[in-house]
């Protein structure tokens, strides 16, 4: 079966620190790979997806970057953090070539909190 | 892009109670989820159903693709049953799923 594994769990941050989130999908091979974030209150916001290494398409422009070195792997990094970046990451994954057709899975999420 | 209304926002049920969510789009999609956030902020998968009746345990989910709209069933409600629940839509060619605003859903004992 497949599984979804997301670390740290917590994070506390100075501003205007670095953050590297991680990560990665076990059982399932061309995963399209996506960061999400969730800001106070309900909604999540889509930053950015992934349909192959290397292929990062970003949905909204903000002070963050994502990279896929491997194919099961997924990485959130920014060079300075902002106040503004304070909130709950999650990242999913969902199978083929059609993600508007498939069910997406959510990992256990990070908690960043910059201060 | 999709417009997605979920209601109620709120709901307080007594344990055991049962319950109904809905979930009303406004064009046609391709995939349609409903998601379990619970207290920790882990997304739970509850249903895949962009058509059609399912039913997991205590829990069912009708979408009516011709009109539009989803419903979530959940019966016999129990304090763990609290937390926020999605609806989650997909339409075609697109990545970018629409989530809802979520029903936020307490259960007291």
């Known amino acids: 079966s497949q599984t979804i594994h997301q670390w740290p769990a917590t994070l506390v941050q100075p501003v205007g620190s670095p953050l590297s989130l991680e990560c990665t999908v076990e059982?399932?091979?061309?995963?399209?790979l996506y960061w999400y974030r969730q800001a106070a209150g309900r909604g999540l916001q889509l930053l950015f997806y992934?349909?192959?290494?290397?292929?990062i398409s970003s949905e909204v422009p903000q002070n963050l970057s994502a990279s896929r070195p491997q194919d099961r792997q997924f990485i959130l990094s920014s060079k300075k953090l902002l106040l503004s970046d304070s909130g709950f990451y999650l990242c999913?994954?969902?199978?083929?070539?059609?993600?508007?057709?498939?069910?997406?899975?959510f990992g256990p999420g990070t908690r960043l909190t910059v201060l | 892009g999709i417009q997605v209304e979920q209601s109620p926002p709120d709901l307080i049920l007594q344990e055991g109670a049962n319950s109904t969510l809905r979930c009303n789009f406004s064009?046609?999609?391709?995939?349609l989820q409903w998601f379990h956030q619970n207290p920790w902020g882990q997304l739970i998968n509850l249903f895949y159903?962009?058509?059609g009746t399912k039913q997991n345990g205590r829990l069912s989910a009708t979408t009516v693709a011709t009109e539009r709209y989803s419903l979530l069933y959940i019966s016999s409600s129990q304090t763990t049953d609290s937390g926020v629940y999605f609806c989650?839509?997909?339409?075609?060619?697109?990545?970018?799923?629409?989530f809802g605003k979520g029903t936020k859903l307490s259960v007291i004992p």
């Open positions: 999913a994954w969902s199978a083929g070539r059609t993600p508007s057709y498939n069910e997406q899975f």
């Open positions: 059982g399932t091979s061309n995963p399209n």
């Open positions: 992934s349909v192959g290494i290397g292929q």
């Open positions: 064009d046609s999609v391709n995939n």
């Open positions: 159903i962009p058509s």
């Open positions: 989650v839509l997909g339409g075609a060619g697109s990545y970018q799923l629409t």
